[in-house]
């Protein structure tokens, strides 16, 4: 059967920015959360992005949290093939060698001691598959960091399905420890959900993703406008200082990623049917 | 209330009080160790999880999360004689309350520790606290010098967690009246320190050398032995929020009003309490 292409069925583009605000009293290389996109590339059809959040009481969270990001967005070129739970555990364990390849020597008797603790971060990766009829997301949780996809204002779901007081204590994580990662394998999730132009995804560590859940429960369309409309790292700054003075938002490292789909565009796509 | 992060710009306060009388040379029941040699291993694992959970990037020193006070009652090596001094030795003898840093910088020694797994390689432990034992049990005077130490800590550092001050025991005071107040009037002065966040915590640990069932964070201080059970019950400071839930993750059942107390305790209820009383959150700032 010939393969009929049609032209511009549908044609969409990511638009994805990222924000971050260390804790209070905090310098910026302080930040021991992660988050890293690549747009959506034509030939593949594929957009990726990912958050991460370093444990407050991890060691070498920085160099943990970067190594991942940098893999999952295709800086360095051992990232997983797709975002599915095999080929996610299998990253995983790369990483892990990486990461106890690339260690370095101490001569700290007390960093020495906390290499062989490990690191540990809360993960959530998502792939954007636009080659399809239907274009898609497909994400992977290890943890309390969430995505949130909205549509016309109003949120569709959320993932992983955290409740308020699912937040903070002891989450699951990624752990640089090859001994975890069937326990790690135990916890993966792992979900996709179909979009349309106009939506966004959000994705948000444990402090801004508890606040976004509290707040969309009273007043979700306000939320997502205020969150649509950030356009500037200024304005992610002045919206996290309110919230921490008013006393919504815990004093954390901050950071929510957005991806907009939308049409047309430099990168748009073609979608074969 | 006790609510603040431990941080570098507001580090915490934890001062450990060490009963080094002669009673401390008996035999710890459930173990081969002497009271003063099982005292001074869980110290020793104390300070050295506070380094570590302060240890965050590989080229960076242990932060300053807190300021650590070691002082022994009874026996004094170094002075001689009975009365009360700093517990630290060689770089950091005769210090009062030391910047974490400088604590990890400079232990007595470090030593070598079988490996619990079998064939596994023996691990470093470093050394600040050696067991002595001597004397009487001057606690009052102990709560004098090292309250000295916390008022001036506090005067510094006004927006901090405030301070946390464990005793650690196995014997009645014996220098009652100090200076015209009893241990009461000592440990009251001793809460009277405060920083914004909270008033001085005052814990007390009764180190049994019998085997006898372990009472933990008591609400009243009916049934325990008197008086050397009522007397610490009575300075023990009430839980804060947080430490109540740290007990919590240790299995604990914590009633509210508990008292930061624990009687006759072995030596793994003495590092599981050392955990519990020193755990604050940390602002990793």
Redesign the interface.
Known sequence: MKRRTTELTVVITTRMVAFKQVKDGNLDHDWEDGAGYSQLDPRSGRARCVVLDGASQAFGAIRWVSQLVDSFVGRTADGPQRVDTNHVMEWLSRMQQVWAQNAPTSSSIYARRRLEEGSFATMLLCEIDGLRTAPSWTAAALGDTVLFHVRGGRLLTHFPSLELTGFGHRPHGVHTLPERLNKMRDRLLVTHGNLKLGDQLYIATDAVAEWILRTCEHSGPRLWRELDSLSHPEAFTRLIADRRTAGDLKNDDATLLRVNISSGGPDSLRIAQ | MYSE?V?R?KPGCIVLLIDRSDSMKRPWAGSRLTLAHGAARAINNTVMEL???A?????E??RRYFDIGLFGYGVRPIQGGEGVESAFGGRLAQRGIVPLPEV?ANPLA?RKEPSPDVGGLP??M?VWVEPVNGQRTPMCQAMAVAGSHIYDWAQKHPDSFPPIVINITDGLVTDEPYEGADLAGWARRLANIATRDGATLLFNIYLSHEQAPTSWFPVTSAGLPRPVGTNLWDISSELPPPMVQNARDEGIDVQPGARGMVMNADLAALTKFLAIGTTVE????
Not at chain 2, 55 to 59: K, W
Not at chain 2, 282 to 285: F, G, L, S, T
């Open positions: 992060q941080r710009a380094i570590l959970r240890t965050m990037e590989e080229d020193e242990p990890a470090i691990s470093e470093p940390e602002a990793n700032d």
